[in-house]
């Protein structure tokens, strides 16, 4: 019964220290290019540092058969609050790349991010 009981105990440790490092990715929202080959998309990863910290997220563009071709990692002042789609402020699909400022929940400061792309 002791053996048992260690071996129960050494599963669930494992299971809460893996828990632990992995970071659930949360979808926020996407948008099509004009021409429908491609999708920005706008993720949550992991939760916002307590108690009034940044977040992290993640911009992932993908074509149109779903294959990732860029993706860039951020964190957002968000005041402790998760992303959300009014973070995105701006997007504009150009020739060969899509453009995208965002915006911190409570401050003015915007940042532009570029995911590259090719016909």
């Not at 429908?36 to 074509?63: C, I, K, M, T």
């Not at 609050?81 to 504009?92: R, S």
């Amino acid at each position: 019964m002791k053996k048992l009981f260690i071996i129960f105990l050494a599963i669930f440790m494992v299971v809460i220290i893996a828990a632990c490092f992995i970071k659930e990715e949360i979808f926020i929202t996407s948008q099509t290019s004009p021409d429908g080959n491609y999708v920005v998309s706008l993720y949550q990863v992991g939760s916002p540092q307590w108690p009034f910290g940044s977040v992290d997220a993640r911009l992932v563009l993908e074509n149109a058969n779903g294959k990732k071709v860029d993706k860039v990692k951020f964190s957002l002042a968000n005041d402790g609050a998760g992303v959300f789609e009014g973070n995105i402020e701006k997007i504009t699909w150009k020739k060969n790349q899509v453009e995208i400022i965002m915006g911190e929940a409570d401050t003015t400061n915007q940042f532009t991010y570029v995911l590259m792309y090719t016909d």
